[in-house]
């Protein structure tokens, strides 16, 4: 695979199923995991129900595909994203695909890109079905997500540049019980080595196949390092520095 910088992603976003709200935070959690190449949204844009989200097309580039609803009640925008999906992926000038909707529609498409050996990211709500969060490579929550607005104002002579944070949308944090400690406990042991230690970065991959939606910031925490450090009743975390380097590799083990 590669290099996650390098991934080149086509975005595809459910209009009828995403709060536009939280749309930069969105792109920046995405810039993370790859390049955004194809940036599409779909939705009818005739109903006054996806109005919020024309401002934020032009200034982040995303193109509107026009899906009009053909039956009240239902959602008009799904044959059109998978269509677009399937031409997209026999194109073959993407990496990964990033489904950014709350629904459970889309678990099939997830699940074929997979076995074209794309690498599959969904973005939704914590309501999201978990068929199609387990179809993923890798889950995220929106409630997670924060968002920076930055805007200009001038005073004369002086400009004066503000950075607006929005909070993560209020969400509860998940509770770190028994199941997820065993979780986190029997992922350590699939990779330790033979004194028990395992390398964290690995830890959080394997981790994250096992449970696609796992991401710390859904128990409070910005990182994996500072939870485990939570839970010193049951991990132990060795800092241990790199040869000639700033920086330090982080290795836990199971407390016993």
């Not at 002086?158 to 986190?184: G, R, V």
């Not at 992922?187 to 981790?207: K, P, Q, R």
């Not at 520095?241 to 590799?249: D, F, P």
Request: charged letters at 30%; aromatic letters at 8%.
């Amino acid at each position: 695979m590669k290099d996650k910088n390098d991934l080149k992603l086509a975005v595809l976003i459910d209009a009828d199923n995403i709060p536009y709200s939280n749309i930069k935070g969105m792109l920046d959690e995405i810039a993370k995991l790859g390049l955004p190449t194809i940036k599409r949204i779909y939705g009818d844009w005739t109903k006054p129900t996806v109005s919020g989200w024309k401002p934020a097309l032009l200034k982040h580039a995303i193109t509107p595909i026009q899906q009009y609803s053909y039956t009240t009640g239902k959602n008009a925008t799904d044959s059109a994203m998978i269509i677009d999906a399937m031409d997209i992926l026999h194109s073959e000038k993407i990496d990964g695909f990033c489904l950014v909707s709350s629904d459970s529609d889309f678990t099939r498409l997830a699940i074929r890109l997979r076995e074209s050996g794309m690498t599959v990211i969904g973005i939704g709500e914590k309501k999201t079905p978990n068929p199609f969060i387990v179809a993923c490579d890798k889950f995220i929550y929106i409630e997670i997500i924060g968002n920076k607005e930055i805007s200009t104002t001038e005073t004369g002579a002086q400009t004066i540049t503000k950075t607006t944070s929005t909070p993560a949308q209020t969400a509860e944090i998940d509770t770190i019980d028994n199941k997820f400690i065993k979780l986190l406990e029997s992922t350590v042991e699939d990779i330790a080595d033979d004194n028990g230690w395992a390398f964290l970065a690995e830890v959080g991959a394997l981790i994250i196949k096992k449970k696609p939606d796992f991401d710390p910031r859904n128990y409070g925490f910005q990182k994996l390092t500072p939870l485990l450090k939570s839970l010193d009743e049951h991990f132990e975390i060795d800092e241990r520095e790199v040869e000639n380097k700033h920086i330090k590799h982080i290795y836990v083990k199971i407390k016993k």
